[in-house]
């Protein structure tokens, strides 16, 4: 019979692999993206001036960071999708505390959530440049839009969900139901309100994004608007792969994040 030590170990090992397995082979797809996506614009399977390549925009991001200007729009765009992002998932939750608290503005706001949450938020873009005006603050609302209304009905769902004999149990006790949040229905809710950072790091960049291209000279949203405008694709594309990179990387900070909030409140 093995010992407990040793299955823990022998837990840990497969898991260690499996993990490897996973990274090779995502290592793997993205290598044979990149292939692909080379010998098609080499031999014309694709329009190479719309597509461009991967040696094109590698050789486009090198110069725009020798020069300095790709570290411009870079911090600019981190900078309001972040700031989105913290907003918008910290105001869901606020959000989501006072429905769950308050009945009665549950059942007000309602309908209200409903038709915010159906309703396109780029629809909302010309409103709020014209009500903050063409800068960082139409910008970053966008991305707050974007992210607080699913934030407040993913995790409002998530406290209306948990077992309601927890807070009878306190209740039992002469707990109030601020006291049975605290201590039943918002523990207990803590995995969903993790996996909605997740869901709000990429909602986050799409509110940027667009607001980018609807009002910014700088940043991200901005380049791909002005390589379409002056028929670069090759910049088009090279801001995309940034991007895509940046959302990677915010996304794996977060699964860190996750991690860490799991290990030390779950």
């Known amino acids: 019979m093995k010992s407990d030590k040793q299955l823990y170990d022998n837990y840990l090992k497969k898991l260690k692999k499996e993990r490897k ?3 090779t082979w995502q290592v793997i797809i993205l290598a044979v993206f990149f292939v692909l996506w080379e010998v098609a614009s080499r031999f014309y399977w694709i329009d190479p001036l719309l597509f461009s390549s991967p040696t094109k925009v590698s050789i486009s991001v090198v110069e725009r960071f020798s020069n300095g200007s790709m570290f411009t729009h870079l911090s600019v765009t981190l900078f309001e999708t972040i700031l989105g992002f913290i907003i918008g998932t910290i105001g869901g939750v606020v959000l989501a505390t006072l429905l769950w608290s308050f009945t009665r503005f549950s059942k007000v706001m309602d309908p209200y959530l409903v038709v915010l949450n159906a309703m396109p938020k780029v629809a909302l873009g010309p409103i709020i440049i014209v009500a903050l005006g063409p800068g960082y603050m139409a910008i970053i609302m966008m991305g707050f ?3 607080v209304i699913i934030t407040t009905l993913t995790v409002y769902s998530a406290f209306n969900e948990v077992d309601p004999n927890y807070s009878k149990v306190l209740k039992s006790f002469g707990a109030t139901r601020w006291q049975c949040f605290k201590e039943a229905v918002f523990p207990a809710t803590m995995p969903t309100m993790i996996s909605t ?6 909602l986050s960049w799409v509110g940027v994004i667009v607001g980018e ?17 002056v028929f670069d694709f090759t910049l088009v594309m090279s801001s995309l792969v940034m991007i895509a990179i940046l959302a990677a990387i915010m996304y794996k900070l977060v699964e860190k994040l996750e991690s860490w ?6």
Not at 197 to 202: H, P, Q, R, T
Not at 217 to 227: H, V
Not at 261 to 266: A, F, G, P, Q, R
């Open 261 to 266: 909030l799991i290990k030390h409140t779950v």
């Open 213 to 229: 291209y609807l009002v910014s000279k700088q940043g991200l949203g901005y380049l791909i608007i002005y390589g379409f405008q």
């Open 21 to 23: 397995i996973v990274l």
């Open 145 to 147: 839009l974007v992210s």
């Open 197 to 202: 950072l997740k869901v709000n790091v990429g």
